[in-house]
């Protein structure tokens, strides 16, 4: 049973335009939302997060929207670039034993063409 | 941030045999944790281990299978015993960030492939 579910395996952008990455979870009680960067022989490395009670996180060209009620968020990339494409992983965490335990979707490839 | 190292980096083994896999941080950390990433799918957390104590597993996950050591703050093991095909993966380790939403810190991973 999948808490975080990428449905898109794979995305192509053109550089420049906007890159739209989708996530959706069924539990409720997920405290925060992150998403991570993966490049082939990296291990994954954190891009930006937002809290639940929050509904958008902007940083540079990088902005996360979470609509809590679809259990449903997203990533935007603006402007696209190259060195963008990487596999990304939504994952959600809540605290469990005193610390914030992430589930992790399956990942969107995402490859941007110059 | 934390700086990660893992080794061996990747490995090709035999079924029936084990493999040791080391993680190493360059800095004190209470909690490391350890994930497992088969093809296609998404990172699965195995275990949680703090400097002292018994890992914590997550449910599919056993101790005999899994056994993992954490001698001090900075460095922890992650066996993969008796293996079969079906334990090929990525192994990752990881630590966790001091920020309140607290984003992890991975390792590079060790890609294991069992024949």
């Known amino acids: 049973d999948q808490q975080v579910k990428q449905n898109s395996p794979s995305l192509s952008v053109q550089e420049g335009r906007i890159s739209i990455l989708n996530c959706d979870y069924t539990n409720s009680m997920f405290d925060y939302f992150l998403w991570y960067k993966k490049y082939p022989a990296e291990g994954p490395t954190f891009l930006i997060s937002?809290?639940?009670?929050?509904d958008k996180n902007e940083d540079g060209r990088f902005t996360v929207f979470l609509n809590k009620s679809a259990k449903h968020l997203s990533l935007h990339i603006v402007p696209s670039q190259p060195g963008d494409s990487a596999v990304y992983f939504c994952?959600?965490?809540?605290?469990?034993?005193?610390?914030?335990?992430?589930?992790f979707g399956r990942g969107t490839s995402l490859i941007v063409h110059p | 941030s934390a700086v990660i190292s893992q080794k061996p980096s990747r490995d090709i083994c035999q079924r029936g045999t084990s493999l040791t896999i080391q993680c190493q941080v360059d800095?004190?950390?209470?909690?490391m944790f350890w994930y497992r990433q088969q093809p296609g799918q998404s990172l699965t957390l195995i275990a949680t281990a703090n400097q002292g104590s018994e890992a914590t597993y997550e449910s599919g996950f056993v101790i005999d299978k899994f056994p993992i050591s954490r001698p001090n703050l900075t460095f922890s093991t992650l066996t993969v015993s008796n293996m079969s095909p079906e334990d090929s993966s990525i192994y990752l380790c990881s630590v966790g960030g001091r920020e309140a939403y607290n984003e992890q810190f991975f390792g590079p991973g060790t890609r294991l492939t069992v024949l």
């Open positions: 994952a959600a965490s809540r605290l469990s034993g005193g610390s914030y335990i992430p589930t």
């Open positions: 800095s004190q950390v209470t909690m």
């Open positions: 937002i809290s639940s009670i929050k």
